[in-house]
């Protein structure tokens, strides 16, 4: 089962401005081959499907734990694409009737590289690429075969970190810079657990072909903090009891990869602390949440009160 927390892994910067052709650039990290609908559906459903979990304990809890980060990084990743559709943060009263809508208040939705993002969507994220085609099912590979599974995600990992570099490369706000430096290392880390698996499985020492694609994080500055902090090095159960067995792989003196900051590789029981998510205002015009919003805001109001 999965246990929900009201954050993100990281607090997100809020967005200079409105830039809904950003925000599909971000889309194709959630919806794109390489992107995070990927990774969390091959890895749910290989952990699903995983053959022999008590005897090959560490190798199951490795893909389940890694299963549920990258649950989190699809919230991570929409969030961030909503917040560029919505725009910087705002106090405004959203509690209005929208103005007159006769005036065509949205004009510019119609001219925005996905504008289903906004005629569909209302600013939304959907796991869709940065053209709009759907995330399909064809993406996931779960074969029962643990090497061949874990040599896919090997794969997997480093082509979602060269997918990373390309939209960082374009972006220039400071959210979806942000989702992809983050992004980017912790990408770095899966590609390293999956090697060390499959080192303990095979002796083939996969991790030598590592940084695939040779990125030097070092020089991206939304990556820098993370470094300094140590996520390279860290890989999390995302459990409060389970997963403990990935210390059989992450652990036992291994250490970072070249290039990056030195040091042993770390199993941390739970989660990253975590940051806010941000409060996206409503846009009345848009009918989203409504286009009068006001009686639901009371209702809301009540039944919160109703709860203390």
């Not at 089962?1 to 200079?16: C, G, H, S």
């Not at 990992?157 to 979806?176: F, I, M, Q, W």
């Not at 770390?266 to 996206?280: A, F, R, S, T």
């Amino acid at each position: 089962m999965f246990l929900r927390v009201n954050k993100l892994q990281i607090e997100l910067p809020a967005p200079k401005r409105q830039d809904p052709n950003a925000a599909a650039a971000l889309q194709e990290l959630l919806g794109g081959k390489y992107g995070e609908m990927s990774t969390l559906g091959n890895y749910l459903f290989q952990s699903f499907n995983f053959r022999s979990k008590s005897k090959l304990r560490p190798f199951y809890s490795l893909v389940a734990a890694i299963t549920a980060e990258e649950l989190g990084h699809v919230e991570l990743v929409s969030n961030g694409v909503a917040m560029l559709n919505n725009g910087p943060d705002s106090a405004a009263d959203d509690s209005g009737d929208g103005g007159d809508i006769s005036q065509a208040p949205q004009e510019a939705m119609k001219d925005i590289r996905l504008a289903a993002g906004f005629f569909s969507n209302g600013g939304g994220a959907m796991p869709v690429d940065s053209n709009g085609a759907s995330w399909n099912r064809d993406f996931v590979t779960t074969t029962g075969n643990v090497v061949f599974d874990l040599l896919h995600n090997f794969h997997l990992e480093c082509g979602a970190r060269l997918h990373k570099l390309r939209v960082y490369e374009s972006l220039s706000d400071p959210t979806g810079r942000e989702v992809c430096g983050y992004l980017l290392v912790r990408g770095s880390v899966h590609a390293h657990s999956y090697a060390l698996a499959l080192k303990k499985l095979t002796g083939v020492e996969i991790e030598k072909m590592l940084p695939t694609p040779n990125i030097p994080l070092a020089k991206i500055p939304e990556a820098q903090k993370f470094l300094d902090e140590g996520s390279h090095r860290r890989l999390y159960t995302f459990s409060p009891a389970d997963y403990k067995e990935i210390a059989g792989i992450w652990g036992q003196g291994e250490q970072a990869l070249p290039g990056d900051p030195p040091g042993e590789l770390q199993v941390v029981d739970g989660m990253p602390e975590g940051g806010k998510i941000h409060d996206l205002v409503g846009q009345p015009n848009a009918f989203t949440p409504d286009y009068a919003p006001e009686e639901m805001y009371e209702i809301a109001a009540k039944l919160t009160q109703a709860m203390r």
